[in-house]
DNA sequence: CCCGCTTAGTTGAACTCTCAACCAGGAGAC
DNA sequence: GTCTCCTGGTTGAGAGTTCAACTAAGCGGG
């Protein structure tokens, strides 16, 4: 165990670089989101999620897969936007196992009055800072690595299904 | 403020990888070091800053700033340290309102089991699948993100004073 | 039909993080 | 000296996340 491939300076530094830029990030959009509407960025991820669905309603494990939460954490989560009247549960009719989220109008209302600011965080943090060329190759990288890890690529075509 | 410019397809794309990416790395990261070893990420970052330190102790608000934690975050998390016997507060010689954190010598040896399993980690999710050019790109973008943010670059040479 | 295995989802406790309020000490003006 | 302002750091409450335990329902074999 102690022949661990340990960094160089040049990975030091792109590591550093990658972890500083994770958390801030992080932490600016879920500040100016929080702060101008009350959502943390973790529930305005699941709202996109369900608005961008036909019905606007999707099971919870489906949810759940797509937004890449646990499902301990969409099911409270959803608790949470059911509170706020964003998010309506309903029993699934065809598994009575199964739950679907459904945004309600309210919850689009909010979608819709949070979303422009957060999208004008997003361009000023990352797209403005970097030309088209960079933008691409970000994207890239970032699906290479989505990849590796067995995840299907953001880029190209609506992964669906697998057929 | 209805004139907002929305991401385009590809920038959604784009954005999606990256977020997709913080996450999961976040979420991977943490659970090996929290599973192997019980420190969650954010305390090994902090264990990491005072180990790298002559003396091996560090101002509050110095260590606050390298790690770019808050000031609460950072008091929260070493009083745990500090419980875990890891890490010991001392009061600042040169200033009665300060604090030294130092780093144990139980604190370095957990520090010295856990790193090899959290390179190894680190090696395994992002430099292995990527080519030296590839991370060379990361290591950029990253850097450009952070100098747009009003950060110093973290591959250039030790950015320790502004003289 | 019933047993065991798997999947869907929820729950509660433990833990971390954030935010705002707070105390104490330094630093300059008068 | 003392008044005021600023900086260093801590604290407690509230909120979100994780993990493990749990319920309920589908699924398959005997």
């Known amino acids: 165990m102690s022949d661990t491939r340990w960094l160089d300076a040049g990975e030091q530094g792109t590591w550093r ?12 959009l879920d500040r100016q989101l929080q702060r101008d509407t009350g959502i ?3 529930y305005y991820e699941i709202l996109v999620r369900l608005s961008e669905t036909p019905g606007r309603e999707l099971r919870m494990s489906e949810l759940a897969e797509q937004s890449e939460y646990s499902r301990s954490r969409l099911s ?3 608790s ?3 509170k706020l009247g964003w998010v309506r549960r309903k029993s699934c009719p065809t598994d009575k196992r199964g739950q679907l989220a459904e945004l309600t109008d309210e919850g689009m209302a909010s979608l819709v009055a949070a979303a422009p600011g957060h999208v004008t965080e ?5 797209f403005d800072p970097l ?5 691409q190759q970000l994207g890239e990288l970032c699906d290479k690595l989505r990849v590796s890890w067995g995840d299907s690529p953001c880029d190209s075509p609506c992964p669906e299904t697998t057929q």
């Open 80 to 82: 949470k936007l059911e």
């Open 76 to 78: 409270h989560a959803v």
């Open 17 to 28: 670089a990658l972890v500083s830029v994770l958390g801030r990030l992080n932490e600016q």
């Open 122 to 126: 997003v361009r000023k943090l990352v």
């Open 40 to 42: 943390p960025l973790t």
């Open 131 to 135: 030309t088209a060329r960079e933008v």
